[in-house]
């Protein structure tokens, strides 16, 4: 296997964070040699609302982050997140087509095509479709049917669908960036390819990723993803509720948050806390200069996190999985470092909670080890696994169909026609 370059770009209410990667057949690890993050313009809740601002954001990050690699980027896989996003299971059934019974390849592409048949209306398309669980002649728990013997194959998926709208636009950015689509993922699945370990999806898991406008959340069970959904609400809320709180302006209640939460990191590490936090240092226009840390946390921040773990709490009840995921919440996302946020998710929602950061690569790590890159982390593994597929064959289904969603296929279809075009 040759080097290959893998790219990805995570479109962001806050940031458009792109990254840049090796996987060479010398290491088994994937080596992260350029990044970039860059302030987003026109993406609201994880929609594009003004295509030229994203399309001058998205490529002041690339064009960074192909100087920091020396490397030009041709494609890249992209995320896709926010309340467009939703997500249901369902059960394909085939006929063995060998008559001596045994399971090919050809007979699980079928029915992983017999169980995307689904009525969808004509302004949503699927970016996933992932097996979760196999069955041959009724027998359950099959991760792998291909070599098994018998005449009825039959197989659970999830399946996730978003707006085509939406879809479109991404790609329009793309398609102006010179940029080819490799597939949409969708950003609480790769956030949780980042920061969950193999043990919490098996034991089942809820990945719950923070952002600025949204929060994308994907639960695991037995292993496989089995509900993914994504609530209109985010960080940038807290920034609104002390900018109120405090009367100041959204950029220095913006710095304030994040000043408390470097102030809190400091304090555990110096096990010294003073029942004032001062700001002096921020050189705020406003008059503000000193806060009680009760009233900051406990009586402006605390309300806003409860009523986010209320409604995380909400979607786990919908999914139905609330009783198989003894794993917890792993949460992810800028959003992730809220002052408060570990202890007030305990609170309200009775699950063990732990900070999500991404770990499982190398190279140029140190600014990526931190919650509000696991989405881009996660584009990066993603695509490692989608190339290592590529070469080696018929690996993991999920990742060749991803190839008929509208942003492999799109892709692919562009691309062959151009062929044609003199
Ligand atoms: N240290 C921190 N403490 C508190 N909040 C933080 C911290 N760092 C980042 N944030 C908040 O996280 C939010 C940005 O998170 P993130 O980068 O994950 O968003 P995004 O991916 O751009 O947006 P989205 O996923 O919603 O489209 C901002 O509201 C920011 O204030
Ligand atoms: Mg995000």
Redesign the pocket.
Known sequence: MADELICGV?I????IATIVGVKSEASPDLKIIGFNTTP?RG?R??LIVDIGEVTASVEESVEKAERMSGHKLTSAYVSV??PHISSLNSHGIVAVSNPQGEINEDDVERVIEAARAISLSNTREIIDVSPRDFMVDGQAGIKNAVGMTGVRLEVDTHIITASLTNLKNIDRVFDDLGLANRGFVF?GAASANAVLTNTEKELGAVLV??????I?IAIYVDGALSYSSSIPI???H??NDIAVGLRVSLDSA?KI??HL??YLKEAETLKKKTPEINFHDLNLPEEVTEVSLKSLVDGIIAPRLEEIFKLVFEEIEKSAFGQQVPSGLIIA???A??AGMIETGKKVVGLPIRLGIPDKVSGLVDEVIDP?YA?TVGLLLYGAEDVAVGEGGFKNFNRIWKDFSIGGSVGKLKNFFKQFIP
């Open positions: 995570d962001g209410s806050s940031k987003s993406v809740k994880g997140g926010g950003a990723d923070i952002g600025g406008g949204k994308d985010g960080a940038r807290i920034t913006e948050k994040l939460s470097r996302g800028g959003g470092l809220t509000q989405t």
